[in-house]
């Protein structure tokens, strides 16, 4: 047995911050980085950079300015599949297969703009779609999976700087929340985060560029997850929430997230 390391993080601009992100490596050295939205096409993925720290093996899908997911490890992966669930051909889904046979999924749910209506606001529908049909693939998954991501969902009370002010703001409204609810029961996801570090204590995971000091106001959420089958959250021995790189130059709006697996 031994303990692998499974980091996920929204970088925002792979290559806008890759200096940041070699940096975690170099000081947190997990096994395996999950990245979302690294807005750009494959070809043009800093592999190289990954390569020369040790994550030579490289999971792709990328999209040009938006979106776009990535797996780098220095652990031996076989992709599995790259999911449309959002039905539009964006990149926001890869899943690979782990030395140990387990799976490991990494997903960028969509944000759903600003208006909390399906009706008013299409983005928000099509959220609320990817969330259901993440649900019915959920209901099918049969094998030990860790799935991880920027799921844009906050989806408890102490998830949030201020529940009652949060209510009508999309990532925290009741209809995402019941969603990601009848998600996380679909296949009896643990939780991780919530595992290591029980409601009600604070915990975030991203905060507004729009702050002045985000530190001051600490207006956070936690809209980053890693879950884990019931079998494998069992294998789960710790999870480390890196706060300190919202302070670091150019930083993501989001953080890294870790979770130790004794495997």
């Known amino acids: 047995m031994a303990i692998t390391r499974i980091a996920s993080w929204n970088i925002n601009s792979v290559r806008f911050r890759l200096p940041i992100v070699e940096q975690f490596l170099r000081d947190a050295a997990p096994d395996i980085l999950c990245l979302q939205e690294t807005k750009t096409i494959d070809a043009e993925f800093p592999a190289a950079a990954f390569a020369a720290l040790g994550y030579t093996h490289q999971l792709l899908n990328g999209q040009r300015m938006h979106h776009g997911v990535a797996i780098v490890s220095r652990v031996?992966?076989?992709?599995?599949?790259?999911?449309?669930?959002?039905?539009n051909g964006e990149a926001r889904h890869i899943a690979a297969r782990?030395?140990?046979?387990?799976r490991l999924d990494n997903v960028y749910i969509p944000a759903g703009g600003d208006i909390p209506d399906r009706e008013a606001n299409p983005k928000f529908g099509q959220k609320l779609d990817f969330v259901e049909r993440?649900?019915?693939?959920?209901?099918?998954?049969?094998?030990?999976?860790?799935l991880v991501g920027d799921f844009n969902?906050?989806?408890?009370?102490?998830?949030?700087?201020?529940?009652?002010?949060?209510?009508?703001?999309?990532?925290?409204?009741?209809?995402?929340?019941?969603?990601?609810?009848?998600?996380?029961?679909?296949?009896?996801?643990?939780?991780?985060?919530?595992?290591f570090v029980p409601a009600p204590a604070r915990l975030y995971t991203w905060w507004s560029y729009r702050a002045k000091d985000?530190?001051?106001?600490?207006?956070?959420?936690r809209l980053d997850h890693m879950w884990a089958s019931p079998?494998?959250?069992?294998?789960?021995?710790?999870?480390h929430v890196h706060e300190a790189c919202r302070s670091w130059l150019k930083p993501s709006?989001?953080?890294p997230i870790v979770t130790e697996f004794d495997w």
């Open 76 to 87: 031996p992966l076989t992709e599995i599949e790259r999911h449309d669930w959002q039905a």
């Open 98 to 102: 782990l030395p140990g046979g387990q």
């Open 134 to 146: 993440m649900t019915r693939w959920s209901e099918m998954l049969a094998e030990p999976t860790v």
């Open 153 to 195: 969902i906050a989806p408890l009370e102490a998830d949030v700087w201020s529940h009652k002010q949060l209510l009508d703001v999309v990532s925290h409204t009741p209809v995402e929340v019941a969603a990601l609810g009848a998600m996380q029961a679909a296949h009896g996801w643990v939780d991780l985060g919530r595992r």
């Open 214 to 221: 985000w530190a001051a106001s600490d207006r956070g959420r």
């Open 231 to 239: 079998a494998l959250a069992e294998t789960a021995t710790a999870h």
């Open 253 to 255: 709006d989001h953080i």
